[in-house]
């Protein structure tokens, strides 16, 4: 008897905070025809012609494009091949690697979290994982490899970590060639890996390396999400796989949406494909392994860029944004928190001309909606290393996405048109 009121004790704060229902049950994204959300048809051909005019030519060898307004999906299409060597056609149900696309994912959960009083924004990330305690920054670095620090004038804050202002650089793609070298001599996880190497391990000795600059200083983009996935997984007492199935992709039935896919999902990843003299071929890497959603040990979660998902399976996640924090019945954050996270957190020190970044998301400004190609004023964005992009604009309750798998490329302009023509073909 007592065994079991001690577990039934042990897992009632894990009760309480399961996901929690609303009075508001917008529906989960249903197919309809454009006029009925107030889309041109006709306008949005010209879409399929971009596409079709990319591939052959050759600056793209596919993709899948989704536009969704007033929670109807009114375009869905694929195009070209997901893979070179077969010449299998491209679908709309495909897998593709997201990458950079998991951090928004990951920064909902620490705001999931944090909803529950586990945490204030500005508390140090040393409070949780204390080998941040007494953060350097880099100073100078010598030809023999050594270098010298100076301590960093503040800690290293949650809030720091969500805005990529922590100062933690990014290892082999950093912009800043000896903090790639410093990275790599550590043996620091940047991204992917089909190593047996968990993201504590990666995080405790990504904690010992110096920094960019002070904390709060510089917008520098960085592993800061793969730290709080880390962070989650103290916070929650659970992994950070297992937090994201039953508090995210479960509720907003997000189920093909993965750090590592099963094996009936497996042949529906798309190949990462780059160009050799005019051909395509699949990429190699000479520091990952692209086939780490699939092989491998599989035990590294990264909460920077380490899920695989589907166009549908995104929207559905952007359409919780944009119903403030609902879907399908099924309440992740509260209109107020979707309110803090969409706020400018860093002023002007992004940099970037038309937008500012929130908690989770770039965001267009009223200059950015001035200057065109940007979409509305408060239009949150955001992309992956394999050329994904996606934009959700809560004026006109619009989502697009655009996903493809490629790399080293320098000819692709389906990016920005995209955008373009999501925006014209509003009719209403």
Not at 201 to 219: N, Y
């Amino acid at each position: 008897m007592k065994f079991l009121l001690a577990l039934c004790l042990a897992f009632t704060p894990l009760l309480s905070y399961s996901q929690t229902r609303t009075v508001k049950e917008s529906p989960l994204l249903f197919e309809a025809e454009p006029e009925e959300a107030g889309m041109s048809e006709e306008r949005l051909a010209r879409i399929d012609q971009m596409l079709t005019t990319a591939i052959e030519e050759n600056q793209i060898p596919g993709a899948v494009a989704l536009i969704a307004r007033n929670g109807k999906i009114v375009y869905h299409k694929a195009f070209g091949m997901a893979d070179n060597s077969t010449k299998r056609k491209l679908k709309k149900d495909e897998i593709f690697r997201i990458a950079s696309q998991t951090k928004a994912i990951t920064s909902t959960a620490v705001m999931m979290l944090w909803e529950e009083g586990k945490f204030q924004l500005d508390d140090p990330i040393s409070k949780y994982i204390p080998e941040f305690n007494d953060a350097q920054v880099l100073d100078s670095l010598h030809a023999d490899g050594s270098y010298t620090t100076i301590p960093a004038d503040k800690p290293i804050t949650i809030r720091h970590l969500l805005t990529h202002t922590s100062s933690i650089g990014y290892g082999v793609i950093d912009g800043d060639e000896r903090f790639k070298k410093n990275y790599k001599e550590a043996g620091i996880t940047d991204l992917f890996t089909t190593e047996p190497i968990t993201i504590e391990t990666s995080v405790k000795k990504l904690a010992k390396l110096p920094l960019h600059h002070h904390p709060g200083e510089r917008f520098t983009y960085s592993e800061g999400l793969d730290v709080l996935g880390y962070f989650i997984e103290v916070v929650s007492g659970m992994p950070l796989d297992q937090f994201f199935r039953e508090r995210i992709f479960e509720p907003l039935k997000m189920e093909d949406t993965w750090f590592y896919l099963p094996e009936s999902k497996k042949d529906r990843l798309v190949s990462v494909q780059t160009k050799e003299k005019g051909k395509w071929v699949r990429y190699k890497a000479d520091f990952y392994d692209t086939n780490y959603p699939v092989k491998g040990a599989q035990a590294f979660f990264s909460g920077g860029a380490g899920l695989s998902s589907t166009a549908q399976d995104y929207a559905s996640f952007l359409q919780m944004y944009l119903n403030n924090g609902e879907l399908n019945g099924n309440r992740l954050l509260s209109r107020t928190t979707v309110q803090i996270i969409m706020a400018n957190q860093i002023g002007d020190i992004w940099g970037d001309a038309g937008e500012y970044h929130g908690l989770a998301f770039g965001v267009v400004n009223q200059e950015g909606q001035d200057m065109g190609g940007k979409n509305s004023k408060g239009t949150f964005q955001w992309g992956g290393y394999f050329n994904t992009q996606y934009f959700a604009d809560p004026q006109e309750k619009v989502i697009g996405i655009l996903l493809k798998q490629t790399q080293n490329i320098d000819s692709d302009e389906t990016g920005w048109k995209f955008r373009q023509l999501v925006g014209q073909a509003i009719d209403d």
